[in-house]
């Protein structure tokens, strides 16, 4: 019983800015490291950014300089933040999180979630 949510989508204008939030909720013990992708129509889906735990950060030729990934482990949500948007990151960008689950029995057990998706829209 844990879940990851994404938010802050919407249609913006060329050189326009987007948050997008991923919170995850449920049974956590903590949260490891944290991806965002992106996927296009007709494109693979490719990674956007992603936070470690010790917060180092890995983000794509495309978006590097434009967009910042963050975390706030006291409310167990990652941030990535967009600016200076531009209609070829039109897309829908998930959310992945590795989490470690406190399970019966004093077990702790990793895994893998993906978010439904949110979508970027970037037109005039």
């Known amino acids: 019983q844990a879940q990851v949510v994404e938010s802050g989508g919407g249609l913006v204008q060329p050189g326009g800015s987007l948050r997008l939030s991923c919170a995850a909720s449920g049974n956590i013990f903590s949260i490891n490291s944290v991806g965002w992708y992106r996927q296009a129509p007709g494109k693979q889906r490719e990674l956007v950014a992603k936070?470690?735990?010790?917060?180092?950060?890995v983000y794509a030729d495309s978006v590097r300089g434009r967009f910042t990934i963050s975390r706030d482990n006291a409310k167990n949500t990652v941030y990535l933040q967009m600016i200076s948007l531009k209609p070829e990151d039109t897309a829908v960008y998930y959310c992945?999180?590795?989490?470690?689950?406190?399970?019966?029995?004093?077990?702790?057990?990793?895994?893998?979630?993906w978010g439904q998706g949110t979508q970027v829209t970037v037109s005039s």
């Open positions: 992945n999180a590795d989490l470690t689950r406190r399970l019966p029995l004093g077990v702790f057990r990793d895994y893998n979630y």
């Open positions: 936070i470690t735990s010790d917060e180092s950060t």
